[in-house]
C-alpha cells in the first residue's frame, strides 16, 4: 500500500514539474513574440473630393490608426498627377505642401498639430482625428487640384538594438481631389481614346472589350456609361461601366462594374454565330455630351468545324485503311 | 499527503500567471453602419446624421449639386466610393522593420524575409512602392552596393537571377499577392531604387481590385566580398502605400 502511494507520489509530482516547465516556457515565448518589431498604418477615408468656391473654407477629418509599435507620425500634403492607366498616383515630393510652398495658404493642419511635417507621438493601437483646413484663394484659378495626404510612422528603435541590415518606414495616403469652382457646375468633356474588341471570335467563347477614356478638361469626373451587346440572334446583354475618377489630362482604362465587384468588361453569356454589333455610351458624371462608339465582332464556330473536319478525316482514313487490309488480304 | 497540498498550493499559486499568457487583445476596427459615400455639408459632420442602410446611395437622392445650396454653403465634400457599401479603410502593415542580418560572412549570402499585408477597400484599388534613402553604409562611410545579379542585368525596375555566392550586393525579392511580374521565382531579385542617386520609387505591390488583406513577402538579400569592410552597414527603406483615386 505505501510502495502504491509512493509510485502515485511520484507520478504527481512529475506530471506538476512538466507542468511548471511549460508554463515558463510559454511565459518566455510570450515576451519573445511581444518584442517583434511590427508596423501598422491605417487612414480613412481613402479618397476625398471637394469642391469648393474660391476664397471659401471647408474642413476634412481624416481617422490614422498604429496598428504596430509605438512611433512619431507626420502629416504631409503633397500634389499629384496620374501615373500609368490605373489610377496609381506620382507624388510631386518637391512640391510638398510647407509654409514657403505655392499652396502654403491653401491648407493648414487644425489637429493633432499645428504645422506639416511637425511630429507627434502614437501609442501602439491608438487612433487620431487629423482635421485639416482648406481654403483655396479667392483669386485661384477654376480647375482641379490634387494632393495626397500622407502621414508618415517613424517607429520607435529599442534603446541598445544594433542592427545589421535596413531599417523599415512606412507612409500611407488619402487622396483630396480638389474642385474650385465658383458655380458648382463645372463643365466637363469625356472622350473614348479605346473601344476594343476582337473582330473575329471563336463561338463559344466570349467578348471582351478594352475600353479607355480620356478627360482633356480641367475637371475630374466618374464615367456614366454602359456596353449594350447585339447580337444576330438573341437577346441584348447590357455592362455597366465602372464610375472611376477620370483627373484632368490623363487617359483611364475602365473596367466593368458588378454589384460592388470590379470585372473585366467581358460578356455573361457566350458568343454562338453571327454578327455582334458593341455600343459604347458614356457621360460623364451622368450629365454632359455623350460619347459613343460601336464595334462589330464576326462568331464563327472554326474550332467546332475544324473538330468536325478532323473527325472526318480520322474516319476516311480508318475506312481506307481497311479497305486495303480487306484487298490485300 | 503533503505532496498533494503542496501541489494544490503551487497550482493555485501559478494559475493567475496563466493568463498573461493569452493573446494580446487585438485593436478592432469600430463598426461603421454608415454608407462608405457621404455628402458632407457645413456643421454636418462626417459621423452625424448619416442613414445605416446598406442600400443607401446618396448620390441617387441627391443627384447633381443644387447651385442655391453650394453658392450658399461654398462646398460639397464627397468622401470614399460611392458604390461600395461596406468600409474598408486603407491599411498596410509590415510584419517587422528592423531587419538584422547578423555577422556577414564572406561569399554567404544571407536573407531575410517580411510579410508586407494591404486592405484596400476603395475603387481602382492601390499601390505600395518603395526606395531606399541610399545604399547600406556604415558611419564611416562605407557601403555596400546594390546588387546587378548574376548576369549584371537587375535594376530598380527589373529583376534578375540571383543565386551566385559570387555575386556581391544588397536586393530583394517580392512573392505572394499582387507582387510584380518579374519576380518570376524566389531567384529573382532588384535593387531598391536610391533616392541618393534619384531613382525614383519603385512598386511592391499594385493590384486593380478592391480587396482585404492581400499579403506578400519581401526577401532581403545580402552578399559581401573578403575585401568588403569589417562594420555595422545600415539604410532606411521607405514604404509608401496609397490607393488609387
Given at each position: ?45 481613402p479618397i ?125 495616403g488619402s487622396n ?154 | ?89 486603407f ?29 484596400a477597400?476603395g475603387?481602382g484599388g492601390y ?115 496609397i490607393p488609387s483615386?
Open positions: 500500500m505505501n510502495k502504491l502511494l509512493k509510485f502515485k507520489n511520484k507520478k504527481i509530482k512529475g506530471r506538476f514539474f512538466v507542468f511548471l516547465i511549460t508554463l515558463i516556457s510559454l511565459f518566455i515565448i510570450h515576451n519573445s513574440v511581444a518584442e517583434a518589431q511590427t508596423l501598422g498604418l491605417s487612414i480613412t477615408p476625398a473630393e471637394v469642391m469648393i468656391i474660391p476664397g471659401k473654407i471647408v474642413t476634412q477629418t481624416f481617422t490614422i490608426t498604429n496598428d504596430g509599435n509605438d512611433g512619431m507620425a507626420s502629416i504631409y500634403i503633397i500634389p499629384f498627377k496620374a501615373q500609368g492607366e490605373s489610377g496609381n498616383v506620382a507624388l510631386d515630393e518637391k512640391n510638398a505642401v510647407t509654409a514657403t510652398s505655392p499652396y502654403a495658404s491653401w491648407f493648414s493642419i487644425i489637429s493633432p498639430v499645428s504645422v506639416f511635417g511637425e511630429k507627434f507621438y502614437m501609442a501602439g493601437g491608438q487612433r487620431q482625428e487629423i482635421t485639416v483646413k482648406i481654403t483655396p484663394p479667392e483669386s485661384a484659378t477654376e480647375k482641379d487640384y490634387y494632393f495626397t495626404l500622407l502621414y508618415e510612422l517613424d517607429n520607435n528603435i529599442p534603446g541598445g538594438t544594433l542592427s545589421m541590415g535596413p531599417t523599415n518606414q512606412a507612409r500611407i483630396l481631389i480638389l474642385s474650385v469652382s465658383s458655380d458648382g457646375n463645372p463643365p466637363k468633356t469625356a472622350e473614348i481614346v479605346e473601344f476594343k474588341a476582337p473582330k473575329i471570335i471563336d463561338s463559344l467563347e466570349k467578348l471582351t472589350f478594352n475600353t479607355r477614356i480620356g478627360n482633356f478638361g480641367s475637371y475630374v469626373f466618374k464615367p456614366d456609361g454602359e456596353i449594350t451587346i447585339k447580337p444576330t440572334f438573341g437577346s441584348v446583354e447590357t455592362l455597366s461601366l465602372a464610375p472611376l475618377n477620370i483627373i484632368s489630362d490623363s487617359v483611364r482604362n475602365i473596367p466593368c462594374l458588378k454589384g460592388e465587384e470590379i470585372i473585366v468588361c467581358q460578356s455573361n453569356r457566350k458568343v454562338l454565330v453571327g454578327v455582334y454589333k458593341s455600343t459604347l455610351e458614356i457621360t460623364p458624371n451622368g450629365s454632359g455630351e455623350t460619347q459613343s462608339k460601336t464595334v462589330t465582332t464576326v462568331a464563327f464556330p472554326f474550332s467546332i468545324i475544324f473538330g468536325l473536319l478532323l473527325i472526318f478525316i480520322t474516319y476516311r482514313i480508318i475506312k481506307k485503311s481497311q479497305k486495303v487490309g480487306k484487298e490485300s488480304s | 499527503m503533503a505532496s498533494s497540498k503542496i501541489l494544490v498550493f503551487l497550482t493555485a499559486l501559478l494559475l493567475p500567471f496563466s493568463f498573461y499568457l493569452s493573446p494580446p487583445g487585438i485593436h478592432a476596427q469600430a463598426k461603421i453602419t454608415s454608407p462608405n459615400y457621404i455628402i458632407q455639408m457645413p456643421n454636418l459632420n462626417s459621423g452625424a446624421g448619416i442613414p445605416s442602410s446598406a442600400g443607401y446611395k446618396l448620390d441617387t437622392t441627391i443627384g447633381q449639386t443644387a447651385p442655391g445650396l453650394y453658392s450658399s454653403t461654398g462646398y460639397l465634400v464627397r468622401s470614399g466610393f460611392q458604390y461600395i457599401h461596406s468600409i474598408i479603410p491599411s498596410f502593415s509590415m510584419s517587422n522593420f528592423l531587419i538584422n542580418f547578423g555577422t556577414l560572412m564572406p561569399g554567404t549570402p544571407v536573407t531575410r524575409t517580411s510579410t508586407l499585408v494591404v486592405s477597400g475603387a499601390r505600395v512602392t518603395a526606395r531606399e534613402a541610399g545604399y547600406l553604409q556604415t558611419s564611416t562611410g562605407k557601403t555596400i552596393p546594390d546588387s546587378t545579379c548574376d548576369a549584371g542585368t537587375c535594376s530598380e525596375t527589373a529583376a534578375g537571377v540571383w543565386s551566385l555566392a559570387t555575386t556581391y550586393g544588397f536586393g530583394y525579392n517580392m512573392s505572394g499577392n499582387d507582387a510584380p511580374s518579374d519576380f518570376i521565382d524566389g531567384t529573382y531579385f532588384r535593387q531598391f531604387a536610391n533616392a541618393a542617386l534619384s531613382e525614383g520609387d519603385q512598386s511592391v505591390m499594385s493590384s486593380v481590385n478592391v480587396g482585404r488583406d492581400r499579403t506578400a513577402t519581401i526577401t532581403y538579400k545580402v552578399n559581401v566580398s573578403a575585401v568588403q569592410a569589417a562594420g555595422s552597414y545600415q539604410n532606411r527603406v521607405l514604404f509608401t502605400a483615386f
